[in-house]
């Protein structure tokens, strides 16, 4: 996906809103020239989606959608992990699990995958333990939410330096 498509989104609900960027960016916990930067496409949105959605008061997936594409709308199966694989590579052949993930991730032309929030060692504010985390072999960007490997520790962290995988979404259950 291109971070534009994102970014014109951004400023679309911004505006209809009637926010400044600065007062958009106050709330999200970035400068108004970070916020200029997601809405011009020049720096990936995906890292603070979250947090711009909710000063925004719209799911995150509103930002990501393609309105043009109907096709777009319907969800997809991804591999699912309960626990982490043996040796620790999350592919498709190490389980025998799938979960629903939201449509809109087709449009980060990557491949995720699922894994249970809870089996994960988390070192950032950023994931919930609870819930479903959605990762990718791909990393994205270079400031986000990533995967590494510490000895056979899954760990969560915002250091891209040993990341084998990036978080792309996650999913929250309120139960």
Known sequence: MQYEKVGQKIKDYRKKKRLTQQVLADRVGVTWEMISRYERGASSPFSKLDKISEALQIEPHQLLQNDNNANQTSNFMVPFFKTIPSNNVFSPQNTTHMYTAPAWMKELEVTPYA?????????????????????????????????????????????VTNAFAQVVAQEVRLV
């Not at 929030?117 to 400031?143: C, P, Y």
């Open 115 to 159: 894994i249970e929030a809870k089996v994960l060692k988390i070192n950032t504010l950023d994931v919930r333990n609870n819930g479903i985390i959605f990762a990718t072999d791909k990393i994205v960007t270079s400031n986000g939410v990533y995967l590494e490997n510490d000895g056979g520790i899954i760990r969560v962290t915002n250091d």
